[in-house]
């Protein structure tokens, strides 16, 4: 054994960068004001508050169909609105359908849109709009836009070039080569899609429900606030029900699309 | 003559078309009742569209002097990227742990996979604003409350990935070295791990992606970050500080998934070399 074992150069590869990840981790604590004692103080007091939660107070749950009934009927709105603007953003963001210019301005406003997530979309709504669901409708019709008009300009690129130029070389114009080989193609996916974003929304809008959006999370967040541990139960459960059903519905809906291989 | 072919009536064109104008105007009439029952007025969009002009016109233009005159800014950008990176590093080690316990093929006992598994799952269906609703309380207001309860979020979203990530590994390397006489964790450690670390990696990229979404959104609970400056920036009616935190949040997020995307082909490609 001799001083080269433990020289810097045979160490480097994995010392270092664990001593940065480490370095990181520690800064990135620091920042977030992560603090141990904090940590345990907030077990007990967690623990001695979820005794305030139960038992849940039943006796508020008639109170809360309606907005639960609210928050679901905002998602089965802003999703098929959502999905029928994606179509245009799609058709124009796909390389083999759209101008360069069209689709760089459609891929641009797409990206731009996914870097917002809903809620900060609907704070300027709701500063436009004033509060109420019209504003939730709108930030989770925006937000499905931006996510399904992205997936479905992936999808058309994807389409095999021959079906297209097969449409066109019987002599189909553009929009007829839209309508009869590019939508047929990608419909089913942008189905399953929506599907998938309407679970995505259920969950989304318990969140801007809490800001003002109405529905099952505004009763959760006023609960809270107003110290009814025990109603925000009841308001936590609905919510934690809608979600694992729309879960379900949507996992077996898509299955059932996929495994049709298409619609219609 | 020709004879008659039978023609199921459902693929005749006149059929279609009619049923094809059912379907739309059945969808209409619900979207109709639903805006009816929310009572939304779709056309109050147009007639009220002044207000958006007036809001327009009070955030244009951003006031992107914000970005060097308020110090604390900065520091708010990265405070929720560093909420992001802990909550999704320490909710993904964690998923693993726990993923293993919920695994039919690593798990110690059964009722160990079954408890786990509920854990998993009532957690998944849990909105993040009631964990944070509750931590906020449990905690206090600010940043180490939103990474917690990223954390938790992200160990109910990845410990069943893993966990079907680990029942789908091929048994028969852990088999072969079990035979030789390893112990159950080193079965883990070499037959199981380098199975499923495409996959971990893979997810805990996609992870961060959502968690720095997330950790802009529970901001304006009072999580802090970017979001809480953007939550005041509302609140006092800034709206030209407003706009400018808008532009900073879709800057940062598309800047990040750039990043990541560097990372992760980065690592993909060195796995690929070390095959």
């Not at chain 1, 679970?199 to 809270?224: D, K, P, Q, T, W």
């Not at chain 2, 990229?205 to 901001?219: C, E, I, K, M, P």
Request: net charge positive; hydrophobic share 60%; with cysteine.
């Amino acid at each position: 054994m001799n001083l080269g074992d433990f020289s810097l150069g045979r160490y480097r590869r994995r010392v270092i960068p664990a001593a940065v990840f480490v370095a990181i981790v520690i800064g990135a604590a620091l920042l977030c004001e992560v603090s141990f004692s904090d940590f345990v103080k907030g077990i007990v007091k967690g623990l001695s508050l979820l005794t305030f939660f139960f038992p849940p107070d039943w006796a508020a749950f008639p109170e809360m169909i309606r907005p639960a009934l609210v928050t679901i009927v905002i998602c089965l709105i802003a999703t098929p609105i959502g999905a029928a603007f994606s179509i245009v953003f799609g058709l124009a963001g796909a390389r083999n359908i759209a101008p360069d210019w069209l689709r760089l301005v459609s891929r641009s406003i797409i990206a731009a849109e996914r870097g917002l997530p809903e809620i900060v979309t609907l704070l300027v709504l709701v500063a436009a709009f004033g509060l109420g669901p019209l504003a939730g409708v709108m930030a989770l019709a925006i937000g499905s836009i931006g996510m399904l008009g992205k997936l479905l300009a992936d999808a058309i690129e994807e389409i095999d070039p021959r079906i297209l130029d097969a449409t066109a070389a019987v002599g189909a114009t553009h929009w007829q080569v839209i309508r009869h080989a590019v939508l047929p193609e990608v419909l089913p996916s942008l189905v399953a899609n929506s599907i998938f974003r309407f679970e995505v929304n259920i969950r989304a809008s318990v969140l801007l429900g809490a800001v003002g959006a109405g529905g099952i999370g505004y009763e959760l967040n006023a609960a809270i606030n107003q110290l009814e541990y025990s109603r925000a139960t009841v308001a936590a459960l609905l919510s934690l029900l809608l979600v694992f059903l729309s879960e379900r519905l949507s996992d077996r809906l898509r299955s059932r699309i996929i495994g049709a291989g298409r619609l219609g | 003559m020709a004879a008659a072919v039978a023609v199921p009536s459902s693929i005749l064109p006149s059929v279609r078309f009619r049923r094809r104008i059912l379907l739309l105007a059945a969808s209409l009439a619900a979207l109709g009742a639903g805006l009816l029952y929310l009572k939304i007025d779709p056309v109050a969009i147009f007639r009220d569209f002044h207000y958006v002009v007036g809001l327009l016109d009070e955030m244009f233009p951003p006031n992107l002097r914000l970005l060097w005159v308020k110090k604390g800014l900065w520091l708010s950008v990265l405070q929720t990227v560093a909420m992001a990176f802990l909550g999704t590093l320490v909710g993904a080690s964690i998923a693993i742990v726990l993923a293993f316990l919920a695994s039919v093929n690593t798990a110690p006992s059964r009722p160990v996979r079954l408890i786990v598994r509920t854990l998993l799952a009532t957690e998944r269906c849990t909105p993040n604003i009631v964990v944070l609703l509750v931590l906020l309380v449990a905690v206090g207001i600010g940043p180490f409350a939103a990474m917690i309860s990223l954390c938790i979020g992200s160990v109910g979203m990845f410990g069943k990935l893993f966990a079907d990530a680990i029942e789908q590994v091929d048994p028969l390397p852990g088999e072969a070295i079990a035979a030789a006489g390893a112990a159950p964790l080193q079965v883990i450690r070499y037959a199981i791990l380098p199975q499923i670390a495409p996959s971990i990696v893979a997810n805990v990229f996609y992870a961060f992606d959502v968690n720095l979404r997330l950790a802009v959104t529970l901001g304006v609970f009072g999580g802090g970050g970017l979001g809480f400056e953007l939550h005041v920036a509302r609140s006092v009616l800034r709206y030209k500080d407003m706009f400018a935190c808008l532009i900073l949040v879709m800057i940062l997020i598309n800047v990040m998934e750039r990043i990541a995307d560097f990372f992760r082909r980065r690592l993909f490609l060195r796995e690929v070399e070390l095959r």
